[in-house]
Nanobody
Framework: QVQLVESGGGLVQAGGSLRLSCATSGRTVIVYSMYWFRQAPGKEREFVAAVNWPGGTTENADSVKDRFTISRDNAKNTVYLQMNSLKPEDTAVYYC?????????????????WGQGTQVTVSS
């Protein structure tokens, strides 16, 4: 099993920045691709960003491209999401995920483990 714990969410004004962290524990995660998804009230969980193993390839959703950056520190078993130029439409619960594959898949159904989520609220 793999445990994921997110942190770093909060309330920020539009145009501001936040950095989310996802600490992993349990079985080694060195072969897992890592993800950030988000879910707003009344909407489905949507892909935000992903990084493969060992971290040379990343993908971002079009809605966050050039604003959000995913990275991983394999020595610390931690994945980060740097969010800049935040918009009110970025408001959601952000979930960290891990998949038992090295390559990236943008489907939520392909994620094997989820964190509990962290709330991000962007005020206008």
């Amino acid at each position: 099993q793999v445990q994921l714990v997110e942190s770093g969410g909060g309330l920020v004004q539009a145009g501001g920045s936040l950095r989310l962290s996802c600490a992993t524990s349990g079985r080694t995660v060195i072969v897992y691709s890592m993800y950030w998804f988000r879910q707003a009230p009344g909407k489905e969980r949507e892909f935000v960003a992903a990084v493969n193993w060992p971290g040379g390839t990343t993908e971002n959703a079009d809605s966050v491209k050039d604003r959000f950056t995913i990275s991983r520190d394999n020595a610390k078993n931690t994945v980060y999401l740097q969010m800049n130029s935040l918009k009110p439409e970025d408001t959601a619960v952000y979930y960290c995920g891990a998949a038992r594959r090295r390559a990236i898949s943008r489907l939520a159904g392909g994620v094997d483990y989820w964190g509990q989520g962290t709330q991000v609220t962007v005020s206008s």
